[in-house]
């Protein structure tokens, strides 16, 4: 396995964003590599709603009657990255165009 700072790691990483914004549908090169990084950022969300969740389960067993008010700040993350935390794909964002929105605090 590659290291992060290697030759090969950097030829693989993403040099567009994850998102379809100023992509040209006609350079296949370049769609293929927005596509790749949507997925890639789609599986970090994914990964991380893992990690808190295995840090969860961990407060709750070594806490035990007491995990309602020691992991309370662990189950708020979960359940704010179960919203956005899915592998929903590229196809959608590639066909339809979105206005970009501020988020709400």
């Not at 890639?40 to 007491?66: F, P």
Request: hydrophobic content about 30%; proline content about 5%; some cysteine.
């Amino acid at each position: 396995m590659p290291t992060p700072e290697s030759a090969s790691f950097l030829a693989k990483k993403p040099t567009v964003p994850a998102t379809f914004d100023g992509v040209d549908y006609d350079d296949t090169k370049r769609l293929k590599q927005a596509q790749d990084a949507i997925i890639r950022e789609q599986w970090v969300q994914v990964m991380m709603g893992r990690l808190v969740r295995e840090e969860m389960s961990k407060c709750y067993y070594r806490e035990g009657v007491n995990h309602l008010e020691k992991c309370g700040h662990l189950r708020e993350r979960y359940l704010q990255l179960l919203k956005t935390s899915r592998v929903k794909g590229y196809l959608f964002e590639q066909q339809n165009y979105f206005e970009k929105q501020a988020e709400k605090p």
